[in-house]
């Protein structure tokens, strides 16, 4: 067994931090590059795209599909998870407050790649033999690349990595976080999240949509309004942490000391690498919603898409503005004079713990308490979206009707059983099946890309050519 999990560890850490940063973020810049900087160049559109279609209570969904909100918040569901409140936490503590700088920079590279994912999966949607729509990574490797083979190994890793293992993780996260503040017996929870688990996925792709649609903006406004009142109290020192992430981007030392041990390349290394998995750009999971939504045109639904993850990166940055500010008034209180500021959070670990007593530093226990809500929340709304995208590949694989309703009740017997064991290497073999899961997809991005660029393109003429009439008229 230590054999076993020895292997995954460096398989993981080979993975992860060797292969998919550089991947991911060549992919990313090279979309950006080939279509322009549309991140720039379409972001008014994107917002507009997104906001225009705000709404709590939109067209139900239906077997056709679901309108683009509901398409966006289903996707941002899946993205805003535990990692957006644990991962700046690991990153500055492993690689200083330059790694949000860097996070920044994954965000901006992956806009452009899941803008891409978008247009694909709608290029490449179709229906089930139930006439359902489906669409996604395994549908555009199929049809696209001709490679049915390679689709299936895709839809079997997300399956494993997301539909089960991962939301395995999600709900073992909820737990032990009300565990900690509040007591709550583990089995209490496990047994609340698979009941209201149960209660959304039953209902098909309306339940989900209705909820997703509700509940990511609610989430987001919550979490948001309590992030805005930490740095308020904090305020004097907002200016210092901006300061002490460009600096620390670029000279770790001029800001963590020269005894800090941390380089350029960590900050470089944790932030992009935290920042690509929060914002699960490239890794071939929101293809699955976007594929679905109801847009006369492919690249409007890419617009959105991207909008999915620049709100990710609000939350992270939030986060890792919390997390510094807290940790420079703490330091300059506490007459640390000589140390780095993250020794205010020494013996905390990495991770939630540190977000979480970055909160209980202004608030105590009621600061611990938020974060547990906080993560009920994102936890959840993670494996509502994550059970989406792996319910999409059961349906690719699997003929039968029944194959669903197998699939559900193993979903919910895995979130209320994960709630009360943990076993570090199926924790660890989630990540190594996620990171697996998204050499396929990349292929196909790469591969395909003349796809996106035409419609870009196609995109950019309709546009010079809409003006050239109106300024004629």
């Not at 929060?278 to 847009?295: D, I, L, R, Y």
């Not at 909008?307 to 609000?314: A, E, K």
């Not at 890309?449 to 010079?464: A, D, G, H, K, Q």
Request: hydrophobic fraction near 50%; charge should be positive; glycine fraction near 12%.
């Amino acid at each position: 067994m230590h054999a076993i999990e020895g292997f995954v560890n460096s398989f993981n850490g080979i993975l992860w931090d060797n292969v998919l940063i550089y991947l991911l973020c060549g992919t990313g810049l090279y979309y950006t590059f080939r279509l322009g900087f549309i991140q720039l160049r379409k972001f008014r559109s994107a917002v507009s795209a997104l906001f225009g279609q705000l709404t709590f209570s939109g067209q139900k969904a239906d077997k056709s599909g679901m309108s683009s909100f509901q398409a966006v918040a289903t996707a941002v569901a899946g993205q805003v998870g535990t990692g957006n409140l644990a991962g700046p936490a690991t990153a500055i503590m492993a690689g200083g407050p330059g790694a949000i700088f860097w996070m920044w920079v994954s965000s901006f590279l992956g806009m452009a790649t899941i803008y891409a994912e978008a247009i694909l999966a709608q290029k490449f949607k179709t229906t089930d033999r139930n006439g359902h729509a489906v669409g996604g990574p395994a549908y555009y490797i199929e049809k696209g690349l001709k490679a049915k083979w390679l689709a299936m190994i895709f839809a079997v890793l997300i399956i494993l990595a997301l539909g089960l293992i991962g939301n395995m993780v999600q709900s073992n996260s909820i737990a032990s976080a009300f565990h900690g503040s509040l007591g709550i017996d583990y089995w209490v929870m496990g047994v609340f999240v698979a009941i209201v688990t149960a209660c959304v996925i039953m209902g098909g792709l309306r339940s989900i949509a209705s909820f997703t649609e509700k509940f990511v903006p609610s989430m987001a406004l919550f979490y948001l309004l309590g992030a805005m009142i930490m740095l308020g109290f904090n305020y004097e020192y907002i200016l210092p942490a901006f300061k002490s992430i460009f600096i620390a981007a670029f000279n770790p030392s001029a800001v963590l000391g020269g005894g800090a041990g941390v380089a350029i390349q960590q900050a470089m290394r944790f932030g992009i690498a935290r920042g690509l998995f929060s914002n699960e750009a490239g890794m071939g999971s929101t293809p699955h919603a976007h594929a679905v939504a109801k847009v006369p045109r492919p690249e409007q639904q890419g617009f959105v898409a991207m909008m999915g993850v620049f709100i990710v990166c609000i939350i992270v940055t939030l986060t890792g503005l919390v997390i510094i500010t807290s940790g420079l008034r703490g330091w300059t209180e506490g007459g640390q004079v000589g140390q780095s500021f993250l020794s205010f959070y020494a013996h905390r670990g990495t991770g939630i713990a540190v977000t979480q007593h970055a909160y209980e530093f202004i608030f105590g226990r009621a600061g611990g308490i938020f974060i547990s809500i906080s993560l009920l929340f994102f936890a959840f709304s993670t494996i509502i979206g994550w059970y989406y995208y792996a319910e999409t590949n059961v349906r690719y694989l699997f003929k039968s009707r029944y194959a669903v309703r197998v699939f559900q009740v193993l979903v919910i017997c895995g979130v209320f059983f994960a709630s009360f064991f943990k076993v570090d290497l199926v924790w660890n073999m989630a990540d190594m099946f996620n990171g697996m899961m998204v050499i396929p997809n990349l292929i196909a991005l790469l591969l395909l890309s003349p796809i996106v660029i035409r419609y870009t393109n196609e995109m950019v003429y309709r546009e010079m050519k809409a003006k050239a009439e109106t300024e004629n008229i």
